[in-house]
């Protein structure tokens, strides 16, 4: 896996203050995607241990909530096995704390991944330029959604998403971390 960045005490992608893995590699080319630079699985640099301690020493805070993944898309074939494998140790070393992740993929076409069992919130679907919205909470346009993974899989079904938190921040409220929870 190679990956662009990895943002630290980050407030806009997720709950709280988290780090942030961008990583390479994703297929789905939506139009007025804001970061093109990420679509190569070939660009970015090599995610190795150096990269995975730097993750570890921020989630090792106390004030740090948990990790998003984003990108480029997180479940790109190039990225797929590496994140599961990331995951499965961060949730084994930090149980208490959250993984986000964000993929162009929709729920229904990942919701038997094996890799869904590790996240907590998933933001699904690919960025449309038509419906998007800045304020919106956690997400770039309206057709997305910000999913509660681990409480739509204690339903029989999982076909339909429960939703994690309402579309929009609380009316006054300087920032996306102010959403409501549902
Ligand atoms: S899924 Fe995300 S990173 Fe990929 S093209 Fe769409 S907006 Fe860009």
């Known amino acids: 896996m190679r990956y662009h960045n990895i943002t630290k005490d ?12 961008w990583v390479a590699g994703c297929s789905h080319c939506c139009k007025g995607c ?6 190569d699985p070939n660009g970015g640099i090599l ?66 991944d094996p890799i869904i069992k590790y996240i907590d919130v998933l933001v699904d679907g690919e960025f449309k330029i038509e419906e998007r919205d800045v304020t919106l909470c956690w997400k770039g346009s309206r057709n997305q959604r910000v999913i509660d993974v681990k ?20 009316e006054g409220a300087h920032h996306a971390a102010n959403c409501a929870v549902s």
């Not at 980050?10 to 780090?19: F, K, P, S």
């Not at 804001?34 to 679509?39: C, K, R």
Request: glycine share 6%.
């Open 10 to 21: 980050d407030m806009l992608n997720g709950d709280g203050l988290r780090v942030v893995l």
């Open 34 to 39: 804001q970061n093109p630079v990420t679509w």
């Open 47 to 112: 995610f190795d241990d150096a990269a995975k301690n730097e993750i570890f020493e921020q989630l090792d805070q106390s004030y740090i909530s948990g990790i998003t993944f984003s990108g480029g898309d997180p479940l790109h074939h190039a990225n797929h096995f590496d994140v599961m494998h990331l995951m499965s140790e961060i949730k084994e070393k930090y149980p208490e704390k959250t993984i986000w992740l964000y993929t162009g993929d929709s729920w229904e076409e990942i919701r038997l």
């Open 151 to 170: 409480r739509t899989l204690e339903q029989e079904e999982s076909e339909i998403p429960i939703i994690y938190c309402e579309d929009y921040k609380i």
